[in-house]
């Protein structure tokens, strides 16, 4: 194994152990922040409305990363229905492949947009109300998960070549 392949692996490591903590952390203010509201708003008589800002900016942290995680592990909604009609695994391959790329250029494409979406509200200078906490913090979490999932989808990519290349080799 190359220093390359070593290189790569303790970077997506690096990147996994970044989504990790980001979720835990993101799900921790979350799961306070709206504990809070509800103890203030129901006991207390005394709703806080920079609560529900902090909950509500924590929560596009976490289905951000969440997202990215789940392309991440593979786990993002697909449909495997073509193995049922073939058996053949050069053609899967090929077919999973043309799937990865297709993703990967909509998540490109997605990406452009919320990095426009995010840049829109840094320039305007926009902020919550109640807290006074930049809009462009849950909406740079669209562009950071946006990324992530670029990256994993390359590395999906990249998988999914070498299986091609394998079948070939082997004459499947």
Not at 48 to 74: H, K, Y
Not at 128 to 155: D, E, F, R, W, Y
């Amino acid at each position: 194994m190359g220093l390359g392949a070593n290189l790569m692996r303790q970077i997506l490591r690096g990147i996994s152990y970044f989504e990790n903590f980001i979720g835990v952390i993101g799900l921790c203010i979350m799961a306070l922040s709206t504990f809070t509201s509800v103890v203030m708003r129901y006991v207390f008589k005394f709703p806080l409305a920079q609560v529900e800002d902090i909950s509500i900016f924590s929560m596009t942290w976490v289905i951000s990363i969440g997202a990215a995680m789940a392309s991440r592990d593979n786990e993002h909604i697909k449909s495997d229905f073509l193995s049922s009609f073939t058996k053949n695994r050069k053609a899967i391959c090929i077919v999973g492949l043309l799937l990865d790329l297709a993703a990967l250029a909509i998540i490109i494409i997605v990406a452009k947009w919320f990095g426009l979406f995010a840049k829109r509200s840094f320039l305007f200078g926009e902020t919550s109300g109640p807290t006074g906490i930049p809009i462009v913090v849950p909406k740079i979490s669209l562009l950071v998960g946006a990324i992530l999932m670029a990256v994993h989808q390359l590395g999906w990519i990249g998988k999914r070549i070498g299986e091609l290349i394998k079948e070939c080799r082997s004459g499947g």
